[in-house]
């Protein structure tokens, strides 16, 4: 099993930046990448961003790219630099992990608690 632990949430205004965080522990040799998702209520959650814990390659969605980036400093920590935040970014937050990376991201095979991010206008 794999347990996810992010953090780093608040709450901007538009054009701020925040950087979440999320550490991985438990069986994380089963890992292909980590990434965030995201999801505002009434709404299905939606990729971010996501990065393979060999190699780095990287994946966005199409409404953060150029805005936020995300890195790692191993195969169990990786991190979510959000810049020039939007009103529309407001959203609850979830570290993802998964066995497997798509063109559409990394695989949701294990979740986080989520971290709430607020940007106001």
């Known amino acids: 099993q794999v347990q996810l632990v992010g953090s780093g949430g608040g709450s901007v205004q538009a054009g701020g930046s925040l950087r979440l965080s999320c550490a991985a522990s438990?069986?994380?040799?089963?890992?292909?990448?980590m990434g965030w998702a995201r999801q505002v209520p009434g709404k299905e959650r939606e990729a971010v961003a996501g990065i393979s814990s060999v190699g780095g390659r990287t994946y966005y969605a199409d409404s953060v790219k150029g805005r936020f980036t995300i890195s790692r400093d191993n195969a169990k920590t990786v991190y979510l630099q959000m810049t020039s935040l939007k009103p529309e970014d407001t959203a609850m937050y979830y570290c993802v992990a998964g066995l497997s990376m798509s063109d559409g991201g990394c695989a949701r095979n294990y979740w986080g608690q989520g971290t709430q991010v607020t940007v106001s206008s």
């Open positions: 438990g069986a994380t040799y089963r890992l292909f990448c």
